[in-house]
């Protein structure tokens, strides 16, 4: 499946984005075709908008971030997507919340046995 995402170029700590066409699932392939650029520090957007409308035409999906400046650039509407929200876990019923502290430490049985031994 083809998606529109962003390929990293630039040096380290100098990070700019292509916005590609590429297969959903690879990493470092040879995108079929460069649409424009993004440059996270000056926050310069620039892309070729039919290209970009002509592959979602042909079912290409945006990745999260994609999405996002394509609706910040003009192209889709709709509202953004959270794109670093982490979904929070949810406990069963057999779960013990976590000890913090010595205790977290020390075996179970080793718990009990330093728990007698204070006691007395």
């Not at 390929?7 to 079929?32: D, W, Y």
């Not at 075996?107 to 031994?117: R, Y």
């Amino acid at each position: 499946m083809l998606a529109i995402k962003l390929q990293r170029i630039g040096k380290k700590k100098q990070a700019s984005f292509r916005v590609v066409i590429a297969e959903k699932r690879s990493k470092m392939s040879n995108p079929l075709e460069d649409l424009g650029f993004f440059n996270p520090h000056s926050d310069k957007l620039e892309i070729k908008k039919e290209r970009i409308s002509y592959w979602l035409g042909k079912g290409a999906k945006p990745t999260d971030t994609i999405f996002n400046l394509l609706i910040r650039a003009g192209i889709l509407t709709g509202s953004k997507k959270a794109v670093h929200k982490k979904p929070k876990k949810e406990k069963t019923e057999g779960e013990q919340p976590k000890k913090k502290g010595k205790e977290a430490a020390k075996k179970p049985e080793e718990a009990k046995a330093a728990n007698l031994t204070e006691a007395k």
